[in-house]
Structures are given as structure tokens and as C-alpha cells.
């Protein structure tokens, strides 16, 4: 098995309840760079919400190459994305530019977005918190 069969392998099991699912994000984690534009379709495409959240925790956890694709997916037109992009690069604090797309998060028109962006704030150290009404 090539590694693009075994990332699809693991694809699939994300959207299964359970441990199986838990491991295999962790695992795509593990394959990093690799796995990126695939777990991106998914946040893009799957319409299995535990599937699109794993893929977004295995993207945060791979970080920085992972953060152009999201910067991307944080432009997009469908909230959904949107709102997974946040999550993800909530992973990615030490990236000035991951902080700036998720303060710019804050004013989305998704309540859901802005939520998530608020949450991903929350996970920084206070000194950032200053800026929240920035």
C-alpha cells in the first residue's frame, strides 16, 4: 500500500464513530504535509460534521504546512469551511498570520465562524487577549 492509498484508508475512517476515527486523524497527523490537501477536500466536501471537525484538528496538529491552504479556506464562500478553517488554525499560534486571520474571523457574517474565532482566541495567552476589542 502507497501512502496515498493509506491516507485515503484513513480518510474514510474519520467519518466513523469512536476510537478508529480518533486514530486515524492522529495518524494523518503523523503523515503531516502529505495528508494536507487531502484533509483540506474534506473540510471542503465531506458533509460528515465529525469527519470535516477530525480533519480540521489534523490540519491544526500538521500546522505550518498546512497554513496556506487554510488561510484559503478561511476566504471561502461556505461558512462551513470557514468556521473548520478557524478551528484549525487555532492549532497555529505561534504563526502571526494565523492570528491576524482569525481576529479578521471575529466579523464574519456566520455566527458560527465568529463563535469558533472567539473560541480560538480564547486558547492564547492573555497578552493577546488585550487586542480582542481591537
Known sequence: ?????????????LGNPGRE??????AL?????????????V??????????????????????????PLLESIQSNDPEERRYAVEALSHM????RVLGAIFQARKDPDDQVRQAAWRALERYPPQYMERRDA
Do not use: F, H
Not at 497527523?29 to 477536500?41: D, F, K, P, Q
Open 43 to 68: 473540510i471542503k466536501e465531506e458533509d460528515d460534521d465529525y469527519a470535516r471537525k477530525l480533519a480540521a484538528l489534523s490540519l491544526g496538529r500538521i500546522g505550518q504546512p498546512a497554513m496556506e
Open 93 to 96: 499560534r505561534s504563526e502571526p
Open 1 to 13: 500500500m502507497n501512502i496515498e492509498q493509506r491516507i485515503e484508508e484513513l480518510i474514510k475512517e
Open 21 to 26: 476515527a480518533l486514530q486515524a486523524s492522529t
Open 29 to 41: 497527523s503523523e503523515i503531516g504535509a502529505l495528508a494536507v490537501m487531502r484533509l483540506v477536500r
